[in-house]
C-alpha cells in the first residue's frame, strides 16, 4: 500500500516535458560572447516553441568569464539543453567541458575526448589556490546536481584530466554515448532530467531538426576574435598610427583609431555590438560631414557599412529567417522595423548620392589649370592681333581671339596658349 501511494506521488509530481521541435548550435570554435549570445538566443526560441536545444561541442575552449555566464544562463533555463560532443572524434576540451557538465543531458560520440579544465592566463597555467578551489568547488557543484561524477570535475582542473566517451560514461561523468543528432533524440526520449530544481520526463513528440546559425554581429565578433585577424588589425593600426605622427595626416590617425575601436569588439558583450555599431557609424558620418568631405565620402561609406549593420543586428534574427515565434502585437514590430528599413534605405541613398557627387565634382585647382569651355567678360576690345583683358573666374587674364570682340561681350575659353587665352564670342 506504502509503496504504491510513493508510485502515485511521483507520478503526480513528475511533469512531462513534450518537444516539438530541436534547435541545435554548432560550437565549434573559441567559446567567446557570441557564444554566450547564441545560447540565450537559441534557449528563447526553445521556450516559445516547445523545444528543447543540443549544443554540438567541438571545441578547445574559451573565455572563463563567458563560460560561466553560460553555465548559468543554462542552469536557469525553462527547456532542456542538452551538450553534445560531437561529431566522431571531436573534442572539448578546458571550457567545452564546463559547459558539457552544466547540460541536463551530457552525451558524446564515439571516440571523442573532454578533458584538461585548468585555467590560463597570459599563456601559462593558472596555480593560484583561490582561482582553482573556486573553479573546482563550482564545477563539483553542478556535476553533484545532476548526479554525475565530482571526482572527474576535480581532477580535470587540478590534474588536467581527460577521457574518451567510453570511460566518461562508465565513469557516470556523461548520460549517454549517441553516434548522431538523430541517435541522440531516440534515446533522450523518455529521461528523467533536473529542470529548475524539478524532475521532468522527455517527451519527443516531433523530431524535427533546425539548425541555429549565428546573426550578422555574432559572425563578425568572430571573425575579429580569430587570433590571426587580431594581430593583423593590431600591426595596420599600428602602422597608420606612425604613418600619421610622421606625416600628420589625420585620415591616418583617424582610421588607426577605428581599426583599434573594432579590435576591442571581440571582448565586448554580444547584445551591445549593435548599438555600438550604431554609433560608431553615425560619428564616422559626422566627421565625414564636418571635415567638409575630405575623404572624398570614405567615411561616410564606412559609417553607413556600419549603421547599417548595427541596424539589422538589433532586430531579431528570427525577423529574417523565417523561424516561427509567436509574439503579442507581432504587426506593431513588424511595422516599425518596415519603417525604420525604409528610412535607413533612404539615408544609404542619400549617402550614396553624396559621395557620388563628391568624386565627380571637379576641384578649383582643375578649372584653374584646364579653363577650356569656361566662359568670362571681354574688359577690352580683343581681336586677332590686338590682346585684351578678360574675367574668367574673378581673374583678369590676357586674351586675344581669332575673331573681333567688343568690349562687354560674353566670351569662352577655347584654347591656352602659356598665359594668354585664347577665347571665342558667346554673346554681344
Given at each position: 500500500?506504502?509503496?504504491?501511494?510513493?508510485?502515485?506521488?511521483?507520478?503526480?509530481?513528475?511533469?512531462?516535458?513534450?518537444?516539438?521541435?530541436?534547435?541545435?548550435?554548432?560550437?565549434?570554435?573559441?567559446?567567446?560572447?557570441?557564444?554566450?549570445?547564441?545560447?540565450?538566443?537559441?534557449?528563447?526560441?526553445?521556450?516559445?516553441?516547445?523545444?528543447?536545444?543540443?549544443?554540438?561541442?567541438?571545441?578547445?575552449?574559451?573565455?572563463?568569464?563567458?563560460?560561466?555566464?553560460?553555465?548559468k544562463?543554462?542552469?536557469?533555463?525553462?527547456?532542456?539543453?542538452v551538450?553534445?560532443?560531437y561529431?566522431?572524434?571531436?573534442?572539448?576540451?578546458?571550457?567545452?567541458t564546463?559547459i558539457?557538465?552544466?547540460?541536463?543531458?551530457?552525451?558524446m560520440a564515439p571516440?571523442t575526448?573532454?578533458?584538461?579544465?585548468?585555467?590560463?592566463?597570459?599563456?601559462?597555467p593558472?596555480?593560484?589556490?583561490?582561482t582553482?578551489?573556486?573553479?573546482?568547488g563550482y564545477?563539483e557543484?553542478?556535476?553533484?546536481?545532476?548526479?554525475?561524477?565530482?571526482?572527474?570535475a576535480?581532477?580535470?582542473?587540478q590534474?588536467n584530466?581527460?577521457?574518451?566517451?567510453?570511460?566518461?560514461?562508465r565513469?557516470?561523468?556523461?548520460?549517454?554515448?549517441?553516434?548522431d543528432?538523430?541517435?541522440l533524440?531516440?534515446?533522450?526520449?523518455?529521461?528523467?532530467i533536473?529542470?529548475?530544481?524539478?524532475?521532468?520526463e522527455?517527451?519527443v513528440e516531433g523530431r524535427r531538426?533546425?539548425?541555429?546559425?549565428?546573426?550578422?554581429?555574432e559572425?563578425?565578433?568572430?571573425?575579429i576574435?580569430?587570433?590571426?585577424?587580431?594581430?593583423?588589425l593590431?600591426?595596420?593600426?599600428?602602422?597608420?598610427?606612425?604613418v600619421?605622427?610622421?606625416?600628420?595626416?589625420?585620415?591616418?590617425?583617424?582610421?588607426a583609431?577605428?581599426?583599434?575601436?573594432?579590435?576591442?569588439?571581440?571582448?565586448?558583450?554580444?547584445?551591445w555590438?549593435?548599438?555600438?555599431?550604431v554609433i560608431l557609424?553615425?560619428?564616422?558620418?559626422l566627421?565625414?560631414?564636418?571635415t567638409?568631405?575630405?575623404?572624398?565620402?570614405?567615411?561616410?561609406?564606412?559609417?553607413?557599412?556600419?549603421?547599417?549593420?548595427?541596424?539589422?543586428s538589433?532586430?531579431?534574427?528570427?525577423v529574417?529567417s523565417?523561424?516561427?515565434i509567436?509574439?503579442?502585437?507581432?504587426?506593431?514590430?513588424?511595422?516599425?522595423l518596415?519603417?525604420?528599413?525604409?528610412?535607413?534605405?533612404?539615408?544609404?541613398?542619400?549617402m550614396?548620392y553624396?559621395?557620388?557627387?563628391?568624386?565627380?565634382?571637379?576641384?578649383?585647382?582643375?578649372?584653374?589649370?584646364?579653363?577650356?569651355?569656361?566662359?568670362?567678360?571681354?574688359?577690352?576690345?580683343i581681336?586677332?592681333?590686338?590682346?585684351?583683358?578678360?574675367?574668367v573666374?574673378?581673374?583678369?587674364?590676357?586674351?586675344?581671339?581669332?575673331t573681333?570682340?567688343?568690349?562687354?561681350c560674353k566670351?569662352?575659353?577655347?584654347?591656352?596658349?602659356?598665359?594668354?587665352?585664347?577665347?571665342?564670342?558667346?554673346?554681344?
Amino acid at each position: 500500500m506504502k509503496s504504491s501511494l510513493l508510485a502515485l506521488l511521483a507520478a503526480v509530481l513528475l511533469q512531462a516535458y513534450a518537444i516539438q521541435t530541436f534547435y541545435v548550435v554548432e560550437i565549434d570554435g573559441v567559446i567567446g560572447p557570441y557564444t554566450f549570445s547564441q545560447i540565450q538566443r537559441v534557449i528563447s526560441l526553445a521556450e516559445q516553441n516547445n523545444g528543447a536545444v543540443i549544443l554540438s561541442l567541438y571545441t578547445p575552449g574559451g573565455l572563463a568569464d563567458v563560460t560561466l555566464q553560460i553555465m548559468k544562463e543554462i542552469g536557469n533555463s525553462p527547456v532542456p539543453v542538452v551538450g553534445f560532443v560531437y561529431p566522431d572524434y571531436g573534442y572539448a576540451w578546458s571550457a567545452g567541458t564546463y559547459i558539457l557538465m552544466s547540460t541536463h543531458i551530457a552525451a558524446m560520440a564515439p571516440h571523442t575526448v573532454i578533458g584538461s579544465c585548468q585555467p590560463i592566463a597570459g599563456g601559462a597555467p593558472i596555480n593560484e589556490s583561490k582561482t582553482l578551489n573556486a573553479l573546482i568547488g563550482y564545477l563539483e557543484t553542478v556535476s553533484k546536481s545532476y548526479g554525475r561524477n565530482e571526482t572527474f570535475a576535480r581532477l580535470c582542473i587540478q590534474r588536467n584530466l581527460n577521457l574518451d566517451a567510453e570511460s566518461a560514461l562508465r565513469y557516470r561523468v556523461i548520460d549517454l554515448l549517441a553516434t548522431d543528432i538523430n541517435d541522440l533524440i531516440e534515446k533522450i526520449d523518455g529521461r528523467t532530467i533536473l529542470l529548475r530544481g524539478r524532475a521532468v520526463e522527455l517527451v519527443v513528440e516531433g523530431r524535427r531538426v533546425e539548425k541555429v546559425s549565428p546573426t550578422l554581429v555574432e559572425k563578425f565578433q568572430m571573425w575579429i576574435s580569430d587570433p590571426l585577424i587580431s594581430t593583423i588589425l593590431s600591426t595596420l593600426a599600428f602602422l597608420l598610427l606612425l604613418v600619421a605622427f610622421f606625416t600628420g595626416n589625420p585620415i591616418a590617425a583617424v582610421v588607426a583609431i577605428l581599426i583599434l575601436t573594432i579590435s576591442i569588439f571581440s571582448i565586448l558583450p554580444t547584445a551591445w555590438m549593435g548599438l555600438i555599431l550604431v554609433i560608431l557609424g553615425a560619428v564616422l558620418i559626422l566627421a565625414e560631414v564636418l571635415t567638409g568631405g575630405a575623404t572624398y565620402g570614405a567615411l561616410a561609406v564606412v559609417g553607413a557599412i556600419f549603421l547599417g549593420v548595427g541596424f539589422i543586428s538589433t532586430y531579431p534574427i528570427n525577423v529574417f529567417s523565417g523561424e516561427l515565434i509567436y509574439i503579442k502585437n507581432w504587426w506593431l514590430i513588424m511595422t516599425g522595423l518596415y519603417i525604420n528599413i525604409a528610412v535607413l534605405v533612404g539615408f544609404l541613398i542619400f549617402m550614396v548620392y553624396k559621395v557620388i557627387s563628391i568624386h565627380r565634382r571637379k576641384p578649383p585647382s582643375e578649372f584653374l589649370t584646364n579653363l577650356r569651355g569656361v566662359e568670362g567678360v571681354a574688359i577690352d576690345d580683343i581681336g586677332p592681333d590686338k590682346l585684351g583683358f578678360v574675367i574668367v573666374f574673378g581673374e583678369y587674364w590676357k586674351a586675344t581671339s581669332k575673331t573681333p570682340i567688343g568690349r562687354g561681350c560674353k566670351v569662352r575659353v577655347v584654347e591656352i596658349e602659356g598665359d594668354i587665352l585664347v577665347v571665342e564670342l558667346v554673346k554681344c
